[in-house]
């Protein structure tokens, strides 16, 4: 069970996870302290507080829960989850109860970072407290998120037809925010990939893309790029990851965009250089994988490392990813990886395993992004990348 932890405890164990220091940390646990400080207080005492906190944040001067959330989002980006948590756990103490959809996306986005943390059944508890919330009060929108969040959950856990469906009804609700259905496309990019209907899973990965707020395009991009990997285009895969990672993007996102990379690397490019991309793409997940607590996209970025080294015949490397990868699997219960991992090696065995996929996307989704990075040019931008 997660109970979120008092501000300079949850940045303690932050700290203690061996993430590398943030020229914001400083600030973000001011803030956190603020907010937990104001929360203690009637609501005519808290004003001094928030005054505080305003003056602390950029963009200080709009509303403060959004302001709040908002400083809780980027510690989540820099994988401080525990402090994220305990502020998103102040917001909810702060905001008015008739504030329905503050109060929800409030608790949607601790959900989500308790998702991070391996923790599913806790996250599930809180993303159908949003749920109910969003039913008593007649808040489409907050019912989206919830289902958003739980088709994710579902997703994890393997059982893809009940992602679909959450997935599906965020679409069908006009109310819901942007980044409520960039997820929703997300989650049926994966939904149809697993169902081996690539050509549509890259269609909603570029629905995901095209949707996706500025600061959210570069983790959409590397969803496109995967779905066009699996759908046999290795070429522009290549070009989106490239690109993705030129921005020197968070953890969260980085990892994944590495892995890609690696896979990218091996079937586009010639031996000598598909081994060097190769090569740095794991060093760099390495050191990530030391510097944050992101169990998710750590397993998720062996396998990618295990698939890309089996695919040039490292095969000792390959079944040690394969092993670090499964062990974090099971300890959180990722049913989806856990398939993945043991499907591949089981296949890798018997020499079985495809090494491309076949199932073309969209002729304009893979011009597109393949001319983001110039082909001339692109073994030069995937190593300024990693």
């Known amino acids: 069970m997660v109970i979120p932890l008092p501000p300079l405890d949850a940045f303690r164990a932050d700290r203690d996870q061996a993430t590398q220091p943030s020229a914001e940390e400083g600030v973000w646990l001011q803030v956190a302290l603020l907010a937990h400080r104001a929360a ?28 709040i959330i908002g400083c809780a989002l980027r510690m989540e980006d820099a994988a401080r989850l525990q402090l994220g948590i305990s502020t998103l756990d102040a917001v909810m103490h702060l905001c008015p109860a008739n504030n329905v959809v503050v109060r929800g996306r409030a608790l949607a986005y601790q959900a989500r970072l308790i998702r991070h943390l391996g923790e599913l059944a806790e996250s599930e508890t809180r993303y159908r407290a949003v749920e109910a919330m969003g039913l008593e009060h007649g808040a489409p929108s907050v019912m989206a998120r919830a289902w958003a969040g739980l088709g994710t959950l579902a997703q994890l856990r393997g059982n893809l037809p009940v992602a679909r469906e959450h997935f599906t009804r965020v679409l069908a609700r006009p109310e819901a925010a942007p980044e409520t259905r960039q997820a929703a496309h997300h989650g049926l990019m994966v939904c149809a990939a697993s169902a081996g209907d690539l050509g549509l899973a890259a269609q909603h990965g570029w629905h995901a893309y095209g949707e996706a707020p500025e600061g959210d395009r ?64 794991s060093r760099r997940i390495e050191g990530l994988i030391n510097q944050t607590n992101l169990p998710y996209v750590h397993a998720s970025a062996l396998l990618d490392l295990a698939d890309a080294s089996a695919t040039v015949g490292r095969t000792k490397s390959a079944e040690s990813y394969w092993a670090r990868a499964r062990e974090i699997a099971m300890r959180h219960q990722y049913h989806e990886l856990m398939f993945r991992a043991e499907s591949a090696a089981d296949a890798a065995r018997r020499d079985l395993r495809k090494r491309v996929t076949e199932s073309p996307a969209p002729t304009y989704i893979v011009e597109a992004v393949e001319a983001l990075v110039d082909r001339n040019e692109i073994l030069t931008a995937v190593l300024a990348g990693v």
Not at 53 to 63: A, E, H, N, W
């Open 218 to 281: 570069v983790a959409a991009l590397i969803n496109l790029s995967e779905s066009l990997l699996r759908a046999g285009h290795a070429r522009a895969a290549l070009s989106g990851f490239a690109a993705a990672l030129r921005q020197r993007t968070i953890p969260r996102a980085e990892l994944p965009a590495l892995g890609g990379l690696a896979i990218a690397a091996v079937r586009a490019l010639e031996p000598s250089e598909a081994q060097t991309v190769l090569g740095a793409a």
């Open 40 to 67: 203690a207080l009637p609501p005519h005492e808290r004003a001094p507080h928030l005054a505080t906190i305003r003056g602390l944040l950029p963009g200080g001067s709009g509303d403060i829960f959004d302001a």
